[in-house]
């Protein structure tokens, strides 16, 4: 069992081909907890992260500018890039961290809340493994009808005996 609330997910979306940010959609399977009733509004407006002309808002460009800009700016990874609350907000955007711990799916599957529309990287981080990374998740599990929910391929053997006490969730969803 892990806490799914630690997501941090709420989708922190970050836009980078524009100077703001807006968080919508959270996991939905393993199910987020909140620490209130918000739980997919817009959290922090933030500046681009890497400045370039080629970003090309909701677009495959976007996502070409950011794989050719990330050695130049030292990317390791989502996790890294996004976990400075000084910056992109509070830790976990709405979902509880110390909510109540949810079964690990026996599918090999984690389900968001609806599609992903934005094209940008995501990555799924179990406690300290990466689990899940793409340089466009949009392609790869998103759909332009946000009614269709995204589902992710998770392996969750690193919760084998125990393991597994967070989920988290990255999203840098280029908009424009």
């Excluded at 933030?46 to 400045?51: L, S």
């Excluded at 179990?126 to 599990?141: I, N, P």
């Excluded at 946000?146 to 391929?153: E, R, T």
Aim: proline share 5%; net charge negative.
């Amino acid at each position: 069992m892990f806490t799914a609330a630690a997501f941090a997910s709420v989708a922190v979306l970050l836009a980078a081909s524009i100077p703001n940010t807006d968080a919508h959609g959270y996991m939905l399977i393993p199910e987020s907890q909140f620490q209130g009733s918000a739980n997919s509004a817009w959290i922090v407006q933030i500046d681009p992260v890497w400045a370039s002309d080629s970003w090309d808002g909701n677009n495959a460009g976007s996502v070409e500018t950011f794989k050719s800009l990330k050695s130049a700016n030292n990317f390791k990874d989502l996790k890294t890039l996004m976990d400075d609350t000084s910056v992109y907000g509070a830790d976990c955007g709405f979902t509880d961290p110390n909510g109540t711990p949810q079964p690990i799916p026996t599918d090999g599957k984690a389900t968001f809340s609806r599609a992903l529309v934005h094209v940008g990287p995501c990555e799924i981080w179990l406690d300290d493994t990466k689990v899940l990374y793409e340089d466009d998740c949009f392609s790869k599990y998103g759909n332009e009808n946000q009614d269709i929910k995204s589902v992710f391929p998770v392996d969750y053997s690193s919760c084998d005996n125990g393991g597994c006490k967070e989920m988290r969730f990255y999203w840098l969803a280029f908009q424009g």
